[in-house]
């Protein structure tokens, strides 16, 4: 019996106007573009404006990915939002995106927690949903809202981040030649404190804020930047050498490189282990930062704008960020 598995039908993007140039972080914390851009390949991101919703932009890149994929969005059987700053702690995104997409029928919806590997996640679950046939299209979201998180007064990190949605529609095939051929997901949890926000959830819930002014910081992104380097740099090249023997390919028949924007010095690093040149990777942390879960459908949908991606390509997506998790798969482009 052949295996049904995911293919990408169509993808979407949103991001915000308000753009934050490093010119601007030079203002407000001791810094330099040239700092910026050498270390991290950053030099402007996209930034929530006050009272501006992350869900919103999860909207309009779900629309535009339906869109694209050329489907009703009634056909739609299941949503996964992948994220970790939705709205609202209670209820999910994905409930609040259903609405907003005014689908007719209460299919499935929910979101998936796992960093800026989210939306690598995110594909995984589909890709499992789908091949047991009780599903024909699945939607897909990866968007972070990261701003809101950030502590603009540490400059080691409020220079790396930004905001962002983007959007894919799979849908279940049983064409070897297409979709999803292979998968690597891990998460190396015992190095959970290294990327995280403390305060917020059940254990420092926001009324110890109220209490107790010195806790503000712990509602705010911390990150031990560079052990986080040293560790996803072995572990991301483990995690694509293994998606790629899973597949029964080697590097060297690897055409394209989607990974996650946290820093082009890793982006670089993977894609001299895969023996790739930049033109051959998709490079979008200049202009929008690390979006964390949105990094990846972004830098998938620039690429296909760009015609970077053609049609039987073999591409491997990565992905890895706090939990410490990690997730990389290759897809053979339909
Ligand atoms: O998406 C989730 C996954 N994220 C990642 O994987 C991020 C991984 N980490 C990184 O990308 C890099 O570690 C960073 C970009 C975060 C930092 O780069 P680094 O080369 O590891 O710098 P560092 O933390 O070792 O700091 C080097 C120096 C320090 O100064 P001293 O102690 O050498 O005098 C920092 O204080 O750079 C200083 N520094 C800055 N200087 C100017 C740190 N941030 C800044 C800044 N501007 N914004």
Redesign the pocket.
Known sequence: MTKIHAKFDGVGKSLPEKILTNADLEKM????DE??TT??GVKERRILSPGESINDHCVKAAKEAIEKSKCDPDEIDLIINCTFTSDYVLPSGACIIQDKLGFSRNVPAFDLAA??SGFMYGVETANSFLSTGNYRKILVIGADALSPFTNWKD??SC??FGDGAGAAVLSGTEDPNEGVLSSDLGAAGKHNRI?MVEGGGSAMHGTALMNDASLESKYYIT?E??T??KI?TRIVADSVNRAIEKAGLTAAEIDFLVP?Q??TR?IDFVAEKLGLPREKCAVTIHKYG?N?AASIPIALYDSLEEGKIKKGDKIVMTG???GLTYASLVVKWG
């Open positions: 914390v001791d810094t330099t700092w910026i270390r991290t960093a800026c400059r080691a220079v790396l990327l990150m930047g560079n986080l380097f996803v996650h946290a820093n890793i690390n964390s890895f960020g706090g």
